[in-house]
């Protein structure tokens, strides 16, 4: 794999250097986090039959409103918005590829609807992460319900 024409590899080195300006506390959360949401993203794409490379997209900059803010206030929305603007500036994604991404991220908060597609796999992405970040941590009430049909789906 030729990672700089990669366009997946092309948008994680902007995530990087966005992240960067973070000390090293908040640096791990937003690469343990944003990494981690990719790659559950790639594995619930690849299980239910959605494009992985689209899918680790929307988990790459389902948080870059807090990134680039630095706080979490309606953070789905106001991320959609810049994720579609970074898209747009890197040129890599077409038109669809963008509305996919971006509508996946504006619905990312709501742990307690069901949605379709892309917007479903983001959601469950960001619960496992968030509830397999550290075992010692106790699930939101939010991602209880979501987090258990989760395992459940794992161990069948």
Do not use: W
């Amino acid at each position: 794999m030729t990672e700089e024409k990669n366009r997946l590899e092309i948008l994680r080195l902007e995530i990087d250097r966005l992240v960067m300006k973070y000390q090293l506390k908040e640096c791990r959360y937003f690469f343990s986090h944003l990494y981690g949401v990719s790659e559950f993203c790639v594995l619930l794409a690849k299980k239910r039959g959605l494009n992985p490379e689209i899918a680790a997209a929307c988990g790459m900059l389902h948080d870059i409103y807090q990134v680039t803010a630095g706080i979490p206030d309606n953070h789905a929305a106001k991320g959609a918005e810049e994720a579609e603007e970074i898209l747009r500036e890197l040129g890599l994604y077409d038109e669809g590829e963008i509305s996919l991404i971006c509508d996946a991220i504006r619905t990312h908060s709501d742990k307690y609807n069901t949605y379709e597609g892309y917007a479903e796999a983001l959601i469950d992405a960001d619960v496992l992460s968030h509830c397999l970040y550290n075992p010692d941590f106790p699930p939101e009430d939010k991602e209880v319900k979501r987090f258990g049909k989760l395992m459940d789906g794992f161990s069948s």
